[in-house]
């Protein structure tokens, strides 16, 4: 199993309370009860009985890479490793096709869990998303993106409640097929800078360093 701060309430922060959370491995990141306590103590004015919100029941998990044994272990697959550690995790098998994705479906706690990696390569993850969302008609506000960082230090992961794409194609794509919705929270797996003059296309397909990959392997 997960360590309890990487199990499914991190994922929920979203859902809770817009505010966003660096930390490098999910198991610093503090649950969401404790979120919204510290919250509440900070407004007087809250109304708990509004302002507490429940967890979703059917909820979407996604992972962005690109298909295939070619691209196992690179940069840009870390979304699809983090989608295997949770279903591994929760004992969740990814055996279905649909709608140009792996697919699993679960139940964590009292919620249905859909864990999917398109298969559409990395830029065209929306046409997967898209369809997958409105097939099992899954607000967007319940889509987690999981994918790669450029901004983020190797290891680093930042968790937001919404936002743009940030130059990831990937999820530039996802908010077309979205209609332009930018609603939906998403998980960034820092990947580090390329060095020097690199290529930022050709640093994403490579392969982490040794080093690199303990840090990275250390938070699944």
Avoid at 93 to 121: E, F, H, M, R
Avoid at 189 to 201: H, L, Q
Wanted: with cysteine.
């Amino acid at each position: 199993m997960l360590p309890q701060a990487v199990r499914l309430h991190s994922f929920w922060t979203p859902f809770y309370t817009p505010i966003s959370l660096t930390a490098r491995c999910l198991p610093l990141l503090p649950s969401p009860s404790s979120i919204k306590a510290t919250m509440h103590s900070q407004d007087d004015s809250s109304d708990p009985k509004t302002d507490v919100k429940t967890t979703p029941q059917k909820v979407l998990f996604v992972g962005l890479g690109n298909p295939g044994s070619k691209y196992q272990g690179t940069r840009h697959n870390v979304g699809f490793e983090m989608i295997d550690t949770i279903a591994k995790a929760e004992g969740i098998s990814i055996n279905t096709i649909q709608c140009k994705a792996l697919l699993g479906k679960g139940k964590i706690g009292d919620t249905v869990v859909l864990l999917a990696k398109p298969q559409t390569y990395v830029n065209l993850s929306g046409e997967s998303v898209g369809p997958l969302a409105k097939y099992y008609k899954i607000p967007v506000e319940h889509v987690l993106v999981m994918y790669d960082d450029l901004d983020l230090e190797v290891a680093m992961m930042r968790l937001l409640p919404k936002g743009g794409h940030g130059g990831h194609n990937g999820m530039r794509n996802i908010i077309q097929n979205f209609k332009g919705n930018r609603q939906f929270p998403r998980l960034r797996i820092g990947i580090g800078r390329p060095p020097g003059t690199m290529d930022p296309k050709a640093y994403v397909l490579q392969r982490f360093s040794t080093r690199e990959r303990e840090e990275i392997s250390s938070c699944w």
